[in-house]
């Protein structure tokens, strides 16, 4: 462990009981029963209007992973995240503490999820030419990443996200990560998970360490406008195949730390390619319902998976990009009625 970091840590906590914030116990375990449905609630702006929880439980939620975006631009070897200045309201500790509060009081549970955003780029693609600039870049990284995990030790998060989809920055520099596990170790007590892209989980060489076997599930299932459930059902069945058998090797349950589709046509392919143009796409709410009918019929029963956390849930509808009626939110679309069938259940 690098002495910076350790110093950072200590003087973090020490603020934390000097300013009365003492860290809660340790969060319970998970059941061992029963799936993690859960939403990604999108970090508003500014401060809540009305509690958005009774919205989540109504749907049957009974998770939400929160996500304190930090930034980091191509080729700079530096994470900033700014808790006092620009940084959005539901992303500063005050705004995380506040939701997780609310969260907790109506026996929802939270996957504190920090993640940092490339403008224009993928993190997946998150590459520097030498030794220094990398290392740079972990120190902000790891700093960003233990005030993080204070913070969800300190309100009691349930499960907390090392990373997401860092592939290239995973291949290039395992001991990094393995170090790092060790740090969130010495400073959280919940359980630990790891967002893999839904095309390289099994490449991560440190699953043994975390709790989960964690990914996003966009997998390309089917293509076509309004892709049929049958059709998508049979798409799953090699990747359950695959899951199941990775999850039995590793003896660690799969969870799927994202999930969703775009509510235009065509979602059932590469979600991520439509992203580019949605806002010109026809509006399709059956090729979303859809999508998640097969997704929940699919895997529901499994017990080698958790559940999963759909991406995502505007709170009072706050925080959208300006296009909701094409955006993965299920709110107020056909999409919702399946979440509801299935998160009810």
């Known amino acids: 462990m690098k002495m910076p970091c350790l110093a950072l840590a200590f003087g973090l906590?020490?603020?934390c009981a000097q300013s009365g914030q003492t860290p809660l116990p340790a969060a319970a375990a998970l059941p061992a029963a029963g799936k993690v449905k859960g939403l990604t609630l999108v970090a508003p702006p500014e401060p809540f209007p009305a509690d958005p929880i009774p919205a989540v439980k109504n749907t049957g939620a009974n998770w939400i992973a929160?996500?304190?975006?930090?930034?980091?631009?191509l080729g700079q070897p530096s994470v900033r995240y700014d808790e006092h200045g620009w940084q959005w309201w539901g992303e500063r500790p005050v705004?995380?503490?506040?939701?997780?509060?609310?969260?907790?009081?109506?026996?929802v549970r939270v996957m504190l999820k920090p993640q940092v955003y490339i403008p224009g780029a993928w993190t997946g693609s998150l590459d520097f030419s030498n030794p220094e600039e990398w290392s740079r870049w972990e120190d902000d990284y790891t700093r960003y990443i233990l005030r993080m995990a204070l913070l969800a030790d300190s309100t009691g998060v349930d499960l907390f996200c090392i990373g997401t989809e860092f592939r290239t920055a995973l291949a290039k520099r395992p001991a990094f990560w393995s170090g790092l596990i060790a740090q969130v170790r010495r400073v959280y007590r919940g359980k630990l998970v790891y967002s893999a892209n839904w095309d390289d989980w099994e490449q991560v060489p440190f699953w043994p360490a975390l709790d989960f076997i964690g990914l996003s599930g966009y997998f390309p299932l089917t293509q076509g406008t309004t892709p049929d459930v049958a059709d998508l059902k049979a798409a799953w069945q090699p990747i359950c195949r695959r899951l199941r058998a990775f999850s039995r090797e590793h003896d660690r349950p799969?969870?799927?730390?994202?999930?969703?589709?775009?509510?235009?046509?065509?979602?059932?392919?590469?979600?991520?390619?439509?992203?580019?143009?949605?806002?010109?796409?026809?509006?399709?709410?059956?090729?979303?319902?859809?999508?998640?009918?097969?997704?929940f019929s699919t895997l529901q029963g499994e017990s080698w998976w958790a559940g999963g956390f759909l991406w995502k849930w505007f709170p009072n509808m706050r925080g959208h990009e300006g296009y909701p009626e094409r955006d993965y939110t299920p709110q107020g679309k056909a999409g919702e009625a399946v979440l509801r069938k299935w998160y009810g259940s």
């Open 66 to 73: 929160v996500v304190p975006y930090a930034f980091t631009r």
């Open 254 to 295: 799969v969870l799927f730390t994202e999930f969703g589709y775009l509510s235009v046509d065509g979602c059932g392919w590469r979600n991520w390619e439509l992203e580019k143009t949605v806002e010109r796409l026809p509006v399709n709410q059956q090729a979303q319902a859809n999508c998640l009918e097969a997704l």
């Open 13 to 15: 906590f020490l603020q």
């Open 95 to 107: 705004g995380v503490r506040e939701t997780v509060r609310l969260a907790h009081a109506s026996g």
